[in-house]
């Protein structure tokens, strides 16, 4: 059944039916999430196995061997933690490789590129007889995850009618969440197998790879990409395709529009400084300061001790890996559903109180009850488990997928891939300065690193009531008219764009 949407309630936005082509492009793409999720979630338990690290780090097996460790300061070394960090250094470059190729060659290609890398990456990883080869495959897996995360977002967000682009996007961060699930599971079995455990481990990323190589030869190029590259009748045939319905013309025009205006912009980067391009760029980068700063990776790194510490024994680990990432997996389902219904604001402002109050709630038993040695006792415990549970959740529905739906969404064509890219990147830098600061940061801070993440979730928290507008059911090249222009601080920036113009026109 074709629907007309209507949101905001004003100007009637395209026809569009779901169709399962879209579907099946949607699934194939998200394999791109899913190698990205497996990357995050293996490398700890990777750098964890004794025979990986006789291998390749044999002066940090020796040490770790003796060291006494308490609650707060674990064992950390900055070369271990360069390993695991080494892949978002090199997403952060390769994004903007990945930019130029999504603008001069597609998306499709784009993804095409990341599954090659991820496969390279794989074997020389999976293979590594020594750190150069080890390293090597480490930065090529990161190429991919650069590749992979600038291409598959933009893609998702061009291919899905506007009125479902947000849960089909959250499909990105739904198959991020299952890689570091399956990642958690593998990581505990592979640790019993000796001495190649680690080979298996990360191997496993070449099934993901493969998919996404072969998916990439048979899904769609967006009609958005084709008509950029003056491929107009392939794009109108292919907008027909996944929309499911005749009367694409409207949608149509609005594509050509963006991309007339698009063709006039020579340096996408320079045109992204300007001050019409500030609302979604601020936004952009903000949000993957804000994501990484809710401590996400630090809560899903601590769960384990904290899992111990309730009394589960030498399962702890698999069973904080398991129940963690799986509320990781089912939350998200909860992001999908509504975020085209309630709308990214709502889950925004929602979330962060609901984070803030957890966050608060394990500070304070932590700082209260948990001795530098000592072990809370249980009930403490307990509820401490119960609140990362709940703290997980939030943050599957909200700050997770919506770091990447808003930024794929707001940037009109001129700047979507540019804009992107920088979004990529800062998340990527952001997550490496987590991963290298976080075991220093516990150690200084101890349980203080609980309140330190909650000030930045009333920060962010401030941010999205005041300077994130609503992007629900708005189509992608629309955003300009109706979420910038109207928006009561963004607006400012918008109007001096028209002034601009006025000006040019008049001087002429
Ligand atoms: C973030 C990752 C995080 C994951 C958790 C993603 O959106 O970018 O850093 O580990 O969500 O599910």
């Keep these: 059944m074709a629907v007309v949407v209507t949101s905001n309630g004003n100007a009637p936005a395209f026809e569009a039916k779901m169709t399962v082509y879209v579907f099946v492009c949607v699934m194939i793409a998200a394999f791109g999430g899913l190698i990205f999720g497996y990357d995050i979630g293996i490398s700890g338990g990777v750098t964890a196995m004794d025979d990986f690290l006789k291998e390749f780090f044999p002066a940090v097996w020796e040490k770790k061997k003796h060291v006494h460790e308490n609650n707060y300061c674990k064992y950390d070394n900055q070369f271990l933690q360069l390993f695991t960090s080494s892949l978002y250094l090199a997403a952060l470059v390769a994004s903007f490789f990945a930019s130029a190729t999504c603008s001069k060659l597609g998306r499709k290609p784009t993804m095409q590129f990341a599954s090659i890398f991820f496969l390279i990456g794989v074997g020389l990883t999976a293979g590594a007889v020594n750190l150069v080869m080890l390293i090597i495959g480490r930065i090529l897996l990161g190429f991919g995850v650069g590749f992979g995360n600038q291409a598959v977002p933009l893609f998702l967000s061009e291919i899905a009618p506007a009125h479902l682009r947000g849960g089909l996007n959250i499909i990105f961060q739904l198959m991020v969440t299952i890689g570091i699930l399956i990642a958690n599971i593998v990581n505990y079995f592979t640790a019993t197998v000796h001495p190649y455990g680690w080979r298996i481990a990360l191997g496993g990323a070449g099934i993901p790879a493969v998919i996404l190589l072969f998916g990439s030869l048979i899904i769609i190029e967006t009609p958005t990409s084709l008509i950029e590259r003056n491929k107009n009748e392939e794009g109108k045939e292919a907008l027909r395709k996944i929309r499911g ?9 609005t594509i050509v529009h963006a991309c007339d205006i698009a063709s006039q912009v020579k340096d996408p980067y320079r045109k992204l400084l300007k001050p019409a391009s500030r609302p979604p760029f601020i936004i952009g980068m903000l949000l993957q300061l804000f994501q990484q700063f809710t401590g996400i990776n630090a809560i899903m790194f601590y769960a ?16 904080s890996a398991v129940v963690t990432g799986t509320i990781n997996v089912l939350s998200t389902f909860v992001g999908i559903y509504l975020v085209d219904k309630t709308g990214r604001r709502f889950l925004l402002l929602q979330s962060s109180v609901h984070m803030l109050i957890c966050q608060l709630i394990i500070g304070i038993i932590l700082a209260k009850d948990l001795g530098t040695t ?3 006792g249980k009930p403490q415990a307990l509820v401490v488990v119960i609140f990362v549970c709940v703290y997980v959740m939030g943050f599957a529905w909200s700050w997770g997928p919506l770091g990447w739906l808003i930024p794929s969404e707001t940037f009109p064509l001129e700047t979507r891939s540019a804009g992107f890219a920088v979004a990529v990147s800062c998340n990527m830098f952001f997550t490496f300065v987590i991963a290298q600061a976080f075991l220093s940061m516990l150690c200084g801070m101890r349980s203080g690193i609980f309140f330190f993440f909650s000030a930045w979730i009333i920060v962010m928290g401030l941010f999205a009531m005041f300077f994130i507008p609503e992007t629900k059911g708005v189509a992608i090249d629309d955003m300009r008219e109706r979420v910038w222009k109207p928006h009561w601080f963004w607006k400012r920036y918008m109007l001096a764009e028209d002034d601009h113009h006025d000006l040019e026109k008049r001087t002429d």
């Design 374 to 376: 000592g072990t809370l």
């Design 245 to 253: 319905v005749e009367n694409i013309n409207d949608e149509y025009e």
């Design 304 to 319: 384990p001790v904290l899992f111990q510490t309730v009394g589960f024994g030498s399962d702890a680990a698999l069973l």
